[in-house]
């Protein structure tokens, strides 16, 4: 029963806060003039071209990945790979961060790869991701900083803090005695009796994490990330030729809020649904757009993407399940 009851918080803990947060933001909303403005005021021409690129995004995360399995000796189909990542981001609609452990489970199920050296490449290829947007918003930073900093105060989000924090001794003193902790910890878990049968696990998990040294085409692995991360860019900019009240933003403008709402969906809720929606609204009224539009483009915007992302998924699902059962049907063709 409180393991019914865990699961169940997991999943409506997530939805309750992007809700409530959604409440908040478009708690004095006129919904009237969102629903006129996507049946008659929205470029659909626009609209679709953004979402090809949405898709294709998805698509070079499955090359990508198939290219860290491979100095595993797994071979698993591309098919699957590319699969697997839509069947991930649809699994993150329902329960938030569970996208990874869900397409690493389908790759063990479908094609016995182990899960642990799986989840190692996933590990990853976060850690890649991460370097890749921290270098987006250091340049973003720097070439719009009054606007960052226009936010920071719109937000009242005081940088004096930060600065506070590493100057203090106490920071220092926490960080040595959690890193005195964990350290105790690991040696305590050394000597109990089930190490031994975890320290396999942790061996194939390291053996995926150190996969990329062994990549054999690393100029093509940097092509599919910087690739990837253009085409996620271009599935958020796209979308501001959909709208009048948007057409006019720049590029740079774009940058800001695709970096703002990036580190929104960090925040665990179904698609990052509410921090996501204040990020992109507040950074878009600080370049003349009215509270109104910013809200109408938000909640359109992010409402396609996420059918986008349901499609993606429904499709992703059906398709390794006809691919299963060719090969199961296969398998009982080829016994004498």
């Known amino acids: 029963m409180n393991k019914l009851i865990k699961k169940a918080l997991k ?6 806060l992007g809700g409530f947060v959604l409440f908040w933001v478009y708690r004095d909303f006129d919904f009237s003039r969102a629903g006129e403005v996507l049946l008659y005021g929205t470029h659909w021409g626009w609209m679709l071209f953004s979402l090809f690129f949405g898709v294709l ?19 698993p189909p591309i098919s699957d790979c590319v699969n697997a ?28 790869i182990s ?30 900083m009054p606007v960052c900093m ?19 001794v106490w920071f220092y003193i926490i960080l040595l005695c959690s890193i005195g902790f964990f350290y105790l910890l690991y040696r305590m878990l050394r000597m109990l009796s089930f190490f031994d049968r975890i320290k396999a696990v942790v061996l194939d998990m390291w053996q995926g994490v150190l ?4 990549v054999k085409n690393i100029p093509l692995f940097i092509f599919y990330t910087s690739s990837m991360w253009f085409c996620y860019f271009l ?14 933003l720049s590029v740079l403008a774009a940058l800001l809020m695709f970096v703002g709402g990036t580190f929104a969906v960090v925040v665990p809720t179904p698609n ?5 929606h204040f990020a992109v609204i507040t950074m878009m009224m600080l370049y003349g757009v009215s509270p109104l539009d910013a809200g109408i483009f938000a909640l359109i915007v992010h409402g396609i993407q996420t059918f986008l992302v349901v499609l993606l998924g429904i499709y992703g699902w059906l398709a390794l399940a006809l691919t299963s059962r060719k090969k199961s049907k296969n398998l009982t063709n080829s016994k004498p």
Request: charged share 15%.
């Open 272 to 276: 990052g649904a509410g921090p996501w």
């Open 150 to 168: 226009a936010f920071f105060r719109e937000t009242g989000t005081k940088l004096s803090s930060f600065e506070n924090l590493f100057s203090s």
């Open 235 to 248: 599935h958020f900019y796209l979308t501001f030729f959909c709208f009048e009240f948007t057409d006019g």
């Open 57 to 75: 995004s998805h698509i070079i995360r499955g090359w990508r990945w198939k290219q860290v399995l491979t100095p595993l000796d797994v071979h």
């Open 115 to 144: 899960f642990a050296q799986s989840f190692g490449t996933v590990v990853t290829e976060r850690i890649v991701d991460t370097v890749c947007i921290g270098l987006i918003t250091g340049f973003t930073f720097l070439i719009q």
């Open 85 to 112: 990542v839509f069947v991930s981001y649809m699994a993150n609609l329902v329960f938030p961060r569970i996208g990874d452990i869900t397409r690493c489970g389908i790759l063990k199920k479908h094609d016995n």
């Open 211 to 214: 996969s990329l040294r062994k």
């Open 11 to 16: 999943i409506l803990l997530p939805l309750f």
